[in-house]
């Protein structure tokens, strides 16, 4: 080859390695956002959607001025702290965290990297903030609950099934929000009469034994809280319900969604949308321990008649009419 023909060649392959070597630069300088979810990757997908919509809402595109590293415990609490120290070993410019168990991982993991809540109970219980109005340290984001919400539950749930007067609760004792769940259900039994079963699961293979347990303890009805591993697995604990012939009130739609009878919460989707703005407002500056915790005011109530028509119950014109959304 002669010498000017090499010139050329050399030439070429510059002008195609250049453009490569480019976006690979422009990949390694995109701001990487790290989602660590308590719960699996189909139980979650619609929540993620809408963190990447409310981005998209915000100016931000995919692959282009922002990038995702998203990591699923599929409902397994042991394993958050190492995925949440992996996501830190990235170097992620923020991290959002649904829950309360991924919360902690993550506050353990790193006390540095803004980390943005979605979807906690009782942020200052957990003692994830110092304060609501002034968090503190790097943590800020959404609260999911408010003061008398397990309460709800369970006033809801003896209004539309009047003859329960044993109610069994599915917690998990891993999940530190579930103390005070505990707590505000407790009051509202002694108030409406109610006496409670408490039922502890950790993990999918405990589900069975205690719907057997619900069935030796004469449960009338069943409180299922809000938490990542009953969601995770919410189709099977529907179905259990289903079979157990046992009215369940739900603390989060997606049950009710799957064929569960009500739920009674706020919306997780728009709570994630919402956590877009914290990261935005992070990666323009923002301190997250300036940011004030929000505390979400709108919470939605969902019944399922088609599953109240399966289990012989007529849900009350009390109940229905503050219904947010009737599925028939």
Not at 3 to 21: E, M, N, Q, S
Not at 101 to 125: F, G, H
Not at 203 to 221: I, L, W
């Amino acid at each position: 080859m002669s010498r000017c023909k090499t010139f050329i060649h050399t030439i070429a392959i510059g002008l195609l390695v250049a453009p490569l070597a480019a976006d690979a630069q422009q990949a390694a300088k995109l701001p990487r956002i790290g989602l660590l979810m308590g719960s699996s990757a189909s139980a979650a997908a619609h929540l993620v959607d809408a963190f990447r919509q409310g981005l998209r809402e915000l100016g931000y595109v995919e692959g282009r001025n922002i990038a995702f590293e998203v990591r699923y415990a599929d409902g397994r609490h042991e394993v958050l702290p190492g995925l949440a120290a992996e996501l830190v070993r990235l170097n992620v410019n923020a991290l959002v965290v649904a829950a309360a168990p991924a919360i902690r991982a993550a506050k353990q993991a790193t006390s540095t990297i803004p980390i943005v809540m979605a979807a906690v109970a009782d942020p200052l219980e957990a003692e994830f903030v110092a304060s609501l109005a002034r968090p503190g340290g790097n943590i800020t984001g959404v609260s999911a609950l408010a003061e008398g919400y397990s309460a709800k539950w369970l006033e809801l749930l003896k209004e539309a099934v009047p003859k329960a007067s044993r109610v069994a609760v599915l917690s998990n004792p891993t999940n530190p929000s579930h103390s005070g769940y505990w707590r505000e259900t407790q009051a509202a039994a002694r108030v409406l009469g109610v006496t409670l079963q408490s039922l502890e699961v950790r993990d999918p293979s405990e589900f069975e034994p205690a719907f057997t347990a619900m069935t030796k303890g004469r449960a009338g009805a069943l409180l299922v809280p809000p938490d990542s591993l009953t969601l995770a697995h919410r189709t099977r604990i529907v179905d259990l319900a289903a079979k157990s012939r046992l009215p369940a009130m739900y603390g989060l739609r997606e049950f009710v969604d799957a064929g569960g009878l009500m739920a009674y919460g706020s919306s997780l989707a728009q709570i994630f949308r919402r956590a877009a703005v914290f990261v935005d407002k992070v990666l323009k500056g923002a301190k997250p321990g300036d940011l004030p915790v929000e505390q979400t005011s709108r919470f939605e109530l969902v019944v399922n008649l088609k599953t109240a028509k399966a289990l012989g119950l007529t849900i009350p014109p009390s109940v229905l009419v503050r219904a947010d959304q009737v599925i028939q």
